[in-house]
């Protein structure tokens, strides 16, 4: 029951010791904790399926703050590795709000290549505002106090700076964090919870956001100052090049978070919803969710039409299923998401169109081979006026302006850059116009010579028709 299960997340404990303002977790005052009794029932059962199985695993813990149970997580990592020879590569994770860090924790982390996430949200004046203790202090302090032991020691962390106001501002945010010396940021955008709604954000806002950020990135490399990573930038580009389209977390399959009284979630963001449970240590895991593994983008109306869905992997399916709506997204999440990629995507695409590609930072990391410019494809296909061409059922376009994406989902390894008359023909292919009736629709939206764009048109449909993009209506006398 548990040998496609390769994520794993322990909500260690339930208590916290801050009351940040746009927590989600109901329970961060509960005194309970993950104890050795329910990890050992857990990892007998887990163990017993890995045998002869050597897939790479990650092992997160969660809460509240996890470091309050510090003494479980030294547990289950050294359990882990005395059974090191059943997995392949194992990535731990601390999620943590930083403020407990000490020498002790740090010689583990490092020992044991632990890698621990830290939120600051931004400069001491707006962090402390948001992210204060039980007594209502600020945290700020105390947070980069233990990042500095964390980087004396040599243990791998990042920073999470979640955005909300229009008080914050990106490029102060980072030079605040050079400052600091934390060297890579992931920024997220605050999600509703029960306690904290969106107060000054609008779409605007978030859009002016991942403009910030993408610009800032860019002028930073532009000056050699090459040291600093832009873990949302770097994930876009990652996807970029990817073979294999994102079309979920990995919720249903390969996931499951196991809280601290062993009733095991389907993620970390469940466990306060017991209604929500797909299982315990006893009963094992349900099918309860299984249908939208690999499918958000599929079932999620909002997701199935958006050119960015192979990419982003869909919205949180936490919040689907806490909103009883499968049809629900984050607005501000998306617009953020679609925001990154289009500006991302534009630069890789207009670069490689034009052989510059290695001009882009941190180029090396990547295969720019991935991605075919059609430009460079011959076809012998000959296309005639009176022929129809309909979209292939599979075929997909991400549209960036004068430019554009095309490809196959079944083949999302082949993916090839195309240019605006590439993009105008495919927005009139319907099944029913004819070649010539496109010819000539073009030409009049472009004011460009006929021949021109009859040559072109054709070339063009003649390419779309041979790597499978478009498929030719056949007619019936």
Known sequence: MYRDITHLEFDVTELCNLSCVYCYLSGRNNNKFLTRQVFDSFFERFTCSKHHDSKDIDVSFWGGEPLLNFKIIRYIVDKFQEKRHLFGKIQYNIISNGT??????????????????????????????????????????????GIKILREKGVKYYAKCILSSEKQNISEIIDNLKKERVDNVAFGVVTPTDYFSYQDTTTDLINKFASDIYYRYINDFSLQDNNFIYLNIERVVLHYFSVIPAKSCGIGKHKIAIKNDGTLYLCHRFVNHPDLSIGNLDKGISDRYSFLYNNIVNIN????????????????????????????????????????????????????????????????KWDADKMINAKCIESSSLVNQDSIFFLSENSHRIDLNDKGIIFLTDRFDKKYIVDSITMAIWDLIDGTRTVKKIIEEIHIACNAEYLKIKKDVCKQLSILEAIGIVKRRKVTT
């Open 301 to 364: 109306k909002s997701c199935n039409i958006c050119e960015y869905k192979y990419s982003c992997g869909g919205p949180c399916v936490f919040d689907i299923i806490n909103q009883d709506n499968i049809q629900y997204k984050n607005e501000y999440v998306c617009t953020f998401q679609k925001a990154i990629h289009f500006y991302v995507y534009k630069k890789i695409t207009d670069l490689i169109y034009s052989n510059k590609i290695t001009s882009f930072p941190t180029f090396d």
């Open 100 to 145: 407990l860090i000490d020498n002790e924790i740090a010689d583990f982390c490092k020992k044991n290549n632990i890698n621990i996430q830290i939120t600051i949200d931004g400069i001491e004046e707006y962090h402390n505002k948001y992210r204060k203790d039980k007594f209502k202090g600020g945290t700020y302090t105390k947070i980069v106090n």
